[in-house]
C-alpha cells in the first residue's frame, strides 16, 4: 500500500517532467530526415536532430543502428532522448543523427550481419560498415549548417558494432567513440555463442524476426515466431535436436542457415571477430567501452573489445563496468538487478560522471578528460566505485579454490592421496534449467538470480567454503580448471561463481524478496567440451579417461563481504539458455533426437580448482 501511494505521488510529477523534456525537445530542436548517398551508391535514410540555437557551432552525435531510426516523420520527436541522461545532449545543443543502417528499415542496399571490415579497399565496391560511416561522416560535416566538425558515434548492443566499425573509418572530423555492450565475437562470447555452445533461447527468438529478408525499404518490422506456450523450457524440450529448431525457422533466415553451417571457428567466424582489426583505429580517436557485469547479451564485448584495443592500438581508450543487464546505463534507474541491490543509482552517475563528460571533452573541448579514469569499475558486493589504472588491475592475485569431498571449498589443496571424485549423470531429456521460474521468454534477471532452485538438484555438483571471516574482492577473470573424466565423448561444463548470503540477510522490512540464504550468481558461464583444445579443431572425449577442461570466465568485480560464503556449482546444462549437448562427439547443428544420451560426469578433488581474482 506504501508503494502504490508513493507511485500515484511520484508519476504525475515524472510525467510533468518528461512533457517539459519533450516540449523542450520540440521547441528547440529541427527535426530533418534525409537519404545520404555512400561510395558505392546506395543511400542511407538519415534523422537529423539539429538545434535552432545559433550562437555557436555545435557538435554531432551520431548511432548507426540495424533497430530503425524510428519514429519516422519529421513532426515524429524520439522519446529516447528525453527520457534518460541523453537529455543532457539536448540542453548541450549537439546535432543528434541516427541512421538505419544499410540493408536495414528505410535504407537502401542489402543487410549482411556483423558485416565484415575490410582493411583493403581499392574500389568504390568495396564497402563495409566503417565505409558507409566515412561516407556518412563527410557528408554530415559538410551539409549540416553550423555544425563545429567533430563528430562522436555510440550505440548499445548491436549498434555497438556498428560504433566499432565508426572507429575503424579513421574520418578526421571523428574525435570520440563509445562502443556500449558492443557485439565482437559470435563465437567465443557475444549473444549467440559462449565458447562454441549455441545459447539457444537468444539465437531461436531474435533470428525468427530480425533475420526475415526485407525485399525493399520499409517503416515496418517483422514479428518473431509465436510461441504456442508460455513455458519456453518446455517448448525447447519438446521441439528437440536443432534440424527440428531450423524447420521450425523456415528456409529465409540467411544467419541461422549460417550459424548451421560454421559448427566451429573457423575462417567465416574470425572475419567477424572486429577484435582482429582494431589496430588500424586511429591513435587520434578516442575509445569508451561501456559494459554491464550482469548483461546477458554482450558482457563478453566491452571487456574484451577494450583489452584488444589496449593490446593493439595507441588511441586513449577508456573502460566502465557497471553492476547492469543489457543497456541498463542507459536507463533511468541503476539501483538493482533483479533482487540485488547496490546503494545508489549507478545508471544516472554513469551518464554524469562519464559519458556525457567524456562527449564534452573530445566533440566540445568542454572539461577535462583526464577526470575519467583508465577503468572505472562498480564493485557489488560492496557497492562502490573504484578507478583504476589498468583493467585487470595489475596486483590481483589468481588463487586457486580447490573442488573438495563433502561438498567443501577451500582455498588449501587437500591430502592428494585422498583424491576422489564427485559424480552426476546428465540426462538431455531432463536438463538443468537456466532458471527456477516458468517463462515465455528468456530472463535478463538470471545473471545475478537466486541458486537455490539448481543447488537442490542430483545434476548440479555445489562446492562452498566456510563462512568467510573478511572480506574478499574479485577483480578480473576466473579461470576454471577441472580435471574430468565422462562416459560419453563430448559434454558441456558450466561453472557458476555464487555468493552466499547470510542465513539472516535483508535489505529492508520491505524486501520483495526473501534474502535469506540468498544464493547471488556472480558469474556463471558454458563451455562446450569438445573445444577444450581448440575451438578450430573440436576433440572428443576418450570415455573414463581423466581430462583437463580449462576455461576463462567474463571477468568479475565483486566483494564477498564478511560472513557470507563462496560456492561454486558446477554441471552440464542449463536450459534452454544453452542449447542441449546430445553427449556424443557429433555435429550439434544436425544431431537427431536418437543421439541425445545420458552421460556420467566425475569431477576429481583437490585437481579441479578456480582461480579468483583476488584484489588485495
Known sequence: MQKLFFLLLVLPFAGMAQNQDSAYFVNNYTKKEVYIPVRDGIRLFTTLYIPKDKTEKHPILMTRTPYSC???????????????????????????????????????????????YNPDKKTNTDIDEASDTYDTIDWLIKNIEGNNGNVGVFGISYPGFYSSMAALS????????????????????????????????????????????????????????????????DFYLRTGAL?????????????????????????????????????????????????????????FGAQNLYKA????????????????????????????????????????????NIEVPFFNYYLKGKGDASQI?????????????????????????????????????????????????????SDPAKPVPYTGEIRPYRTREYMDDDQRFAAARPDVLVYKTEVLDKDITLAGPLVADLMVSL????????????DVFPDDFKYSDHDNYLMNGYQMLVRGEVFRGKFRNSFEAPEAFIPNKPTEVKYTLPDVAHTFK???????????????????????????????????????????????????????
Not at 567466424?269 to 587520434?284: E, G, L, T, Y
Not at 558446477?570 to 555435429?587: A, E, G, I, M
Open 309 to 352: 584495443i589496449e593490446t593493439k592500438s595507441k588511441n586513449n581508450n577508456k573502460l566502465v563496468l557497471g553492476p547492469w543487464y543489457h543497456g541498463q546505463w542507459a536507463s533511468t534507474d541503476g539501483t538493482h538487478m533483479g533482487n540485488v541491490q547496490f546503494a545508489s543509482n549507478t545508471s544516472e552517475w554513469f551518464g554524469k
Open 487 to 498: 562416459s560419453s565423448t563430448d559434454v558441456d561444463f558450466v561453472v557458476k561463481l555464487i
Open 70 to 116: 524510428a519514429p519516422y516523420g519529421e513532426a515524429n520527436y524520439s522519446a529516447r532522448y528525453y527520457r534518460n541522461h541523453y537529455k543532457a545532449y539536448l540542453k548541450e545543443n549537439y546535432i543528434i543523427v541516427v541512421q538505419d543502417v544499410r540493408g536495414c528499415w528505410m535504407s537502401e542496399g542489402n543487410f549482411i550481419d556483423v558485416r565484415p
Open 170 to 233: 579513421n574520418h578526421p572530423a571523428l574525435k570520440a567513440v563509445s562502443p556500449q555492450a558492443p557485439v565482437t565475437d559470435w563465437f567465443i562470447g557475444d549473444d549467440f555463442h559462449h565458447n562454441g555452445a549455441l545459447m539457444l533461447m537468444d539465437a531461436f527468438s531474435f533470428y525468427s524476426g530480425f533475420g526475415k529478408p526485407r525485399p525493399k525499404p520499409t517503416t515496418t518490422g517483422t514479428p518473431g515466431f509465436q510461441m504456442p506456450t508460455g513455458d519456453n523450457y
Open 373 to 425: 579514469a583508465e577503468a572505472t569499475i562498480f564493485f557489488t558486493g560492496e557497492n562502490q566505485w573504484h578507478q583504476f589504472e589498468q583493467w585487470p588491475p595489475s596486483n590481483i592475485n589468481m588463487k586457486p579454490v580447490y573442488l573438495q569431498a563433502s561438498q567443501q571449498l577451500s582455498f588449501t589443496t587437500g591430502n592428494p592421496s585422498k583424491n576422489g571424485f564427485d559424480s552426476y549423470t
Open 562 to 616: 564478511k560472513g557470507h560464503r563462496i560456492m561454486i556449482q558446477v554441471q552440464s546444462s542449463w536450459f534452454p539458455l544453452v542449447d542441449r549437448n546430445p553427449q556424443v562427439f557429433t555435429d550439434i547443428y544436425h544431431a537427431t533426437d536418437a543421439d541425445f544420451t545420458k552421460t556420467t560426469i566425475k569431477i576429481y578433488h583437490n585437481q579441479s580448482k578456480i582461480f579468483l581474482p583476488i584484489l588485495p
Open 243 to 299: 534440424p527440428n529448431l531450423t524447420k521450425l525457422m523456415g528456409d529465409s533466415i540467411a544467419f541461422w542457415k549460417d550459424l548451421m553451417s560454421h559448427p566451429t571457428y573457423d575462417a567465416w567466424w574470425k572475419a567477424r571477430n572486429d577484435r582482429n582489426f582494431v589496430q588500424h583505429i586511429s591513435p587520434s580517436t578516442a575509445t569508451l567501452e561501456v559494459g554491464g557485469l550482469f548483461d546477458a547479451e554482450d558482457a
